[in-house]
């Protein structure tokens, strides 16, 4: 069983081997009714082809960003 202290800011580090079984370097922490989920933190390369779609062609960053841009001109923003 490993632990870790809370420091007086509310800090704390965890365990090597903590870290190396969970396989992160980042934490999310989700409050809710008393409860706390502590979830890896994932990167934006770990979140692609999430919301593929059959049938559809992925876009780039690239794209997507010049239709961002082109649909705030055709809205007049």
């Known amino acids: ?8 800011k509310g800090q704390t580090t965890l365990p090597k ?21 502590v979830l890896r933190s994932r990167s934006v390369a770990d979140l692609a082809g999430m ?4 049938g559809h062609v992925p876009v780039s960053l690239d794209e ?10 055709e809205n007049g923003k």
């Open 17 to 37: 081997p903590v870290c190396e079984a969970l396989g992160v370097e980042a934490l999310r922490y989700i409050i809710s009714e008393g409860t706390v989920q």
């Open 64 to 73: 997507l960003d010049e239709a961002i841009v082109q649909g705030a001109i």
């Open 1 to 8: 069983m490993h632990q870790s202290i809370v420091f007086a």
């Open 51 to 54: 919301l593929a779609l059959d």
